[in-house]
């Protein structure tokens, strides 16, 4: 199978950012292959993809003369969240993370991890709501922090944080922090549309909205 799907492969140009991206389109082009489809169609689509709402998605920002980009994902494991945070970090020249965890006992022990992977590979922090469910949102957040104290010898101290519970403001907080050629990137929600909290209510959510509708408001 590897020689047959040597040379669609070298004809593969992804507009998809990621290696994690790379290997999910080479496991189609596999799953192409053994269906007997045609690889080269299987290619030009693949090629085709533009963006994968709330995954990897990227907005082009302008904010307050600053030009930075802004990545949308729905990263929400450990691993996933590595992956995201192991790809953006060598193109961009500051790292700003907008990170918050599910709440309603949804495996708790994440939480710490994301702290610990965050204190990694960002250089600023935004901790935020995600979906508390009928937990305490705040005690969430102290769970997320507390993994920075786990961080690697190889990285001196935890990055610069800050507790934004309100998930509009953290974004916008973000936004302001960025100058030119930095990232920032939100996780947990990707293109979800509502953030469930307490008493079984969920509230109408659009992460790109929230991002479109702040940029656009920039003096």
């Known amino acids: 199978m590897i020689s047959l799907l040597r040379q669609p492969v070298s004809n593969l140009h992804l507009q998809l950012l990621g290696d994690f991206n790379d ?9 192409a292959y053994a269906y007997n489809l045609d690889l080269d169609k299987a290619v030009e689509s693949i090629n085709s993809i533009k963006f994968i709402p709330g995954r990897m998605e990227i907005i082009d920002a302008e ?28 193109r961009a020249k500051k790292l700003i993370c907008i ?41 969430i957040l102290e769970q997320i922090s507390a993994g920075f104290s786990q961080i690697s010898s190889l990285k001196s101290r ?11 403001e953290a974004i916008r907080q973000g936004l302001i922090l960025a100058k030119d050629g930095d990232i920032v990137v939100i996780t947990g929600k990707g293109s979800e549309t509502s953030i469930a909290v307490a008493g079984g209510k969920k509230i109408p959510w659009s992460e790109r909205a929230v991002v479109e509708e702040i940029l656009s408001a920039a003096p």
């Open 99 to 139: 990170l918050g965890a599910a709440g309603g006992g949804r495996d708790k022990w994440k939480r710490p991890e994301f702290g610990k992977i965050a204190a990694k590979y960002c250089d600023e922090v935004i901790l935020t709501n995600e979906d508390p469910y009928d937990e305490n949102p705040a005690e």
């Open 63 to 90: 904010f307050k003369g600053s030009m930075f980009k802004v990545v949308i994902d729905y990263a929400h494991t450990p691993d996933s969240l590595e992956a995201v945070y192991r790809n953006l970090k060598p």
């Open 23 to 31: 290997y999910n389109a080479l496991a189609a082009l596999a799953v």
């Open 158 to 168: 935890p990055p610069k944080y800050q507790k934004i519970l309100d998930r509009r």
